[in-house]
């Protein structure tokens, strides 16, 4: 089993940047894909961000594209970059893991903009 910690969330006014970071621990091997999330106040969780453990494919919504950055250092370690936050980037962002779904999560992260 996996466990994932997320760290690196805060407040930040508008345009500001923020860099999220995921730490796995357990056994890893085996998931395809990791990703990160979000869940704004009253909203369903969304997708923000994936990438594939090869870390050549990654795939993100349309509403982060051109502002946010995937990426994995190690077999462990997967960092979100948020440049150029906005108002509506505010919410609890979660690290997932998974291969056909995600099924391991971590316990989230507030990320607060500012306007």
């Known amino acids: 089993q996996v466990q994932l910690v997320e760290s690196g969330g805060g407040l930040v006014q508008a345009g500001g940047s923020l860099r999220l970071s995921c730490a796995a621990s357990?056994?890893?091997?085996?998931?395809?894909?990791m990703g990160w999330f979000r869940q704004a106040p009253g909203k369903e969780r969304e997708f923000v961000a994936s990438?594939?453990?090869?870390?050549?494919?990654t795939r993100y919504a349309d509403s982060v594209k051109g502002r946010f950055t995937i990426s994995r250092v190690n077999a462990k370690t997967v960092y979100l970059q948020m440049n150029s936050l906005k108002p509506e980037d505010t919410a609890v962002y979660y690290c997932?893991?998974?291969?056909?779904?995600?099924?391991?999560w971590g316990q989230g992260t507030q990320v607060t903009v500012s306007s």
């Open positions: 990438i594939e453990w090869s870390a050549v494919n």
């Open positions: 357990g056994h890893t091997f085996g998931y395809r894909f």
């Open positions: 997932a893991a998974g291969t056909m779904s995600y099924d391991a």
